[in-house]
């Protein structure tokens, strides 16, 4: 019956006082690659049992002492996938709902026909094909999946210095916004994914304006109102570009709601306050900053006094009070490290 099962090895454990059962495993698995461990008490066996390395598990109630299953319990809960299988003398010699709670697949009497282990063993090997077979695909689809988005993490950083290289404005202008941003995160106490995503989002926050004409993004003279409305539609240009990789779900907010206002007068949508999402709300602040106290095609950069009065003065309207703060904070305390950053990029 198991002479197609040829493709693997299986370990099995024996736990029995005598050694019946295993001298019918090896009869009934004569075609199988396989290995026996033999054990003569549980207590002794549960390391090798919570190691993962064994695939079968048989044992005879009689060592499952006086009822007591928190040690069959524990192997199950280290083991998840063993196959446990218990040899008993009648249905009324053990709790048979404690042993399904458990999570045994399989139990039966000592006193059955050689057939019956013979196809309690051949289901349990079937079942670790299974296994295996399952875990082995979704090795290759997570692998082949880390590859994709591996390339589509190259495509998405292509994109951006393409924006980049455009405009000498844009040039570094991504990276300084996301090492800012994460100096605000770092002093407010985020957590590392937090910061993790402030840096990513920080970086691709205007992927989108690759999107955008290139007669209105380095137009040099004031934009009509109608050019103005295309520049504004680079949230949503860029939050469709990453949509197509899960690797960027959590940056998205922050390229989709970077320019909301906490008064409610931004774009694309007009969240105010609490409904735009407190990594957008901090990435917006490093935003401006950069914008002000960069040269511009029609300004020089802004002096740093009339950058922090700027910010200060727009609290609760254009700015998140406590982000602003907080990094009108480190202006004020720590301004060696903007400066640090500003010579990077």
Request: proline share 2%; aromatic share 8%.
């Amino acid at each position: 019956m198991l002479n197609s099962l040829l493709n693997d090895n299986y370990t099995i454990m024996v736990i029995e006082n005598s050694n019946s059962i295993s001298n019918k495993l090896n009869n009934i698995l004569k075609f199988t690659k396989y290995d026996i461990i033999k054990s003569s008490n549980l207590s002794s066996s549960l390391i090798t049992l919570k190691s993962g390395k064994i695939d079968i598990l048989i044992i005879d109630s009689s060592n499952i002492e006086n009822n007591n299953f928190d040690e069959l319990k524990s192997i199950r809960n280290n083991n998840e996938d063993l196959y446990i299988i218990v040899l008993i003398d009648d249905e009324k010699s053990i709790n048979i709902k404690t042993l399904q709670d458990i999570g045994v697949q399989g139990y039966f009497s000592k006193n059955d026909k050689l057939n019956q282990l013979q196809l309690f063993t051949q289901t349990a090997i079937n079942y670790i094909d299974q296994i295996r077979t399952i875990k082995n695909i979704n090795e290759e689809l997570l692998e082949s999946k880390k590859q994709i988005e591996s390339a589509y993490l190259e495509s998405i950083e292509i994109l951006r210095q393409t924006v980049e290289a455009k405009d000498n404005y844009t040039r570094g202008h991504s990276d300084r916004v996301a090492s800012y941003s994460v100096l605000i995160g770092q002093r407010l106490g985020l957590s590392s994914d937090d910061i993790r995503t402030l840096r990513v989002g920080g970086m691709f926050h205007d992927i989108g304006k690759i999107g955008i004409p290139d007669s209105i993004l380095l137009k040099t003279d004031k934009l009509t109102d109608e050019e103005y409305n295309e520049i504004k539609k680079h949230p949503i240009i860029g939050k469709n570009i990453l949509s197509n990789a899960v690797i960027f779900k959590n940056i998205i907010p922050i390229v989709l709601y970077h320019h909301e206002r906490y008064d409610g007068k931004g774009y694309p949508y007009g969240l105010s306050d609490k409904d735009i999402p407190f990594l957008a709300r901090i990435v917006s602040v490093a935003d401006a900053f950069d914008a002000m106290t960069t040269k511009r095609s029609y300004r020089p950069e802004l002096k740093l006094d009339y950058v922090k009065n700027e910010i200060k003065s727009k609290m609760g309207t254009q700015f998140d009070p406590i982000v602003a703060t907080t990094f009108l904070d480190i202006l004020n305390s720590e301004y060696n490290l903007i400066s640090e950053i500003q010579k990077s990029y």
